[in-house]
């Protein structure tokens, strides 16, 4: 897609740290890292999110390819791998990506939820079951 910042990345248009290259995906450092070593791993081919991905598996080598290669060269505490579909979820790349994301020693994960007891697990779960392929 011409107008899509990570297409432009891909292709080479618009320069990026990248650290991983395949015939499917790429990874490159986040341009406004949340810590050293955030890195995007996203596909060459352009779908928008997680919903059009269902023929991506190989998605999942590069994200352990990639955390490896994290783990050996920062050294962190943890890793933290994300993923955001939707505006209200956080997406602001329209472009599939999955974010490695380096955690160290004193970084506040500013990750909070407001968590609750699950009630209506049984209807929810049925709801989910019934929509699996
Ligand atoms: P999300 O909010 O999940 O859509 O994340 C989009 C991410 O893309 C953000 O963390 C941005 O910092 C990152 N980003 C946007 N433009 C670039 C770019 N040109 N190079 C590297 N990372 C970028
Ligand atoms: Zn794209």
Not at 54 to 79: F, H, R, T
Not at 85 to 103: D, K, R, S, Y
Not at 104 to 129: Q, T, W
Request: proline content about 4%; aromatic content about 6%; some cysteine.
């Amino acid at each position: 897609m011409s107008d899509c910042v990570f297409c432009s990345i891909i292709n080479d248009d618009i320069p990026s740290h990248k650290v991983y290259e395949d015939e499917n995906v790429v990874a490159f450092l986040d341009a406004n890292p949340v810590s050293k070593g955030h890195t995007l791993v996203v596909p060459k081919t352009h779908v928008d999110n997680i919903h059009d991905a269902s023929e991506m598996q190989y998605m999942w080598d590069a994200l352990v390819e990639v955390s490896n290669a994290l783990e050996k060269a920062c050294d962190p505490e943890g890793i933290n791998i994300a993923q955001n579909n939707g505006e209200a979820a956080g997406q602001e790349v329209f472009h599939l990506h999955f974010h490695v994301t380096p955690i160290y020693e004193g970084d506040e994960l500013e990750i909070e939820y407001d968590r609750s007891e699950l009630e209506d697990g049984e209807s929810i779960a049925a709801a989910v079951k019934d929509n699996i392929a």
